[in-house]
């Protein structure tokens, strides 16, 4: 077995993936193991203002394991989220907050998962369990996490644990929360560098229910007529898309970050889908859907049901 | 979703999977949870005398589970070592120290899974960590599953971490751990009641690689010579588990607790695995395992990777 152990999160990285692999390379190197954190994609533009904030370099990049290399996953745990070559890696620990799926190990292992909103609120428990110093740096990339994950609090998928573990981060931070999640956020919702194709591939996620095909993708922002300035070209770049992949619906979610509220923009056949669900109706292909900031807990479940 | 909770271990339970859904109802039951443990077998002689020794009743047998259950998984994770209609409950915890492998959710859960000798030594550290009340029967439970697990600490599964527990655990229940650890373990060796279909099922750990079904079975006891007095019948009886289930290993490991070596037979198409694995051949279906007595270090590990 090799010497080293990789901490890394999900491809994709965010920023609870990036964060959490640093914060838990300190937790293992306290417990004396040769740890390294790595990532296994581009550092995002929030994630490189919590870095620039710290006055720290990223991770490395890491592009496959070879066999037998010893792993530690924070943040995911599915083959397909993780690195080339895990299925013959040696993964001896995994801390995440998703389900479980499409996962195995030969040995038995270190796992510790909770339905929490963000994997860095576990890490933060770990800390306390073992009685481990937090300093400030290691409180920021935590509090950073947890911001991103949760929206500032305000995602459903928020839970007490995270509320607290913010809070008392926040404390040996000294940091006010609010200032620095706000233009956290902000950093990470700078769209213009990317074309009308990029943005509705950000973070698309493609489901079917009874042989229909439909995306919901979402980005985040600060401001949504920013982004509907363009929403000629963005209508024109999901027409294709639709097109290329005999979709039946796509809907382009434009979530205000600050205020909890989304645009959606709907396209395709089965535009009815969303308005039978949301009870409202579309104008200009557009709804405005009021609180609404969670995909995964208060948009899919609504197309799907009503798909 | 069901009101009630159910907990349980593995198929075929053994003394850990008893004792840890008992003493996991307590922990859970704390927390304001309304959880019941359940098992999913017959209560072997072994946890019947710590039962007997605590004027306890087994918990009721559960035989399926619907749809929507919501239950919590202790000392096993596998969906084939799990109760009926396990794919469709909802797992909400799983405390184990075993492999992750065919498993999986629907949603985000809690999971802790430490590579130690024995569900209950995890089991202690939680009580520790939520700074609980350890009263005399949870530790006698306690302590019964990890002398059974480890072998009164002579397994090579045996951690410090389940040393501590032990250990302070003993304290917990003023007991002298050697004198009470030998008589439980002998008390689980009294082989002699059961017929050999029922001697190969009472510990027999089901798996299946790359499509390849097959079983290891193990049974402790203070004489060898002894068990292979019934070989002839045993070896029928596991002829036709394998024509049966359609298995291509059967793995019967018969291990000398007192000396720690194990003898095991092995039938099926696949035996070479066994002789491959072990860099042995077998004599007469058998081969002899010095210093072997961890199903889960020493006999699974080998076979699954030379399958």
Redo the contacts between chains.
Sequence with gaps: MSEKIYVFGHKNPDTDSICSSMVMEKFDKNLGLDVEAKRLGNVNKETQFVLDYLGLEAPDLLQKVEEEQRVVLVDHNEFDQSVEGIENAVIENVVD???????????????????VGCTATILYKKFK?ENMTIDKKEAILMLSAIISDTLLLKSPTTTDDDRKALEELAKIAEIDVNTYGIEMLKAGTNLDDFTEEELINLDAKRSEKDGKKFVIAQVNTVSIPDVLKRKENIERAIEKEIENNDLQLFIFAITDILNSNTQIIALGKETQVAEKGFEKALEDNMMFLEGVVSRKKQILPVIDKNM
């Design positions: 907050h998703h389900r479980i799926a499409n996962f195995q190990t030969k040995t038995p292992l270190y796992y510790r998962a909770e339905p369990e």
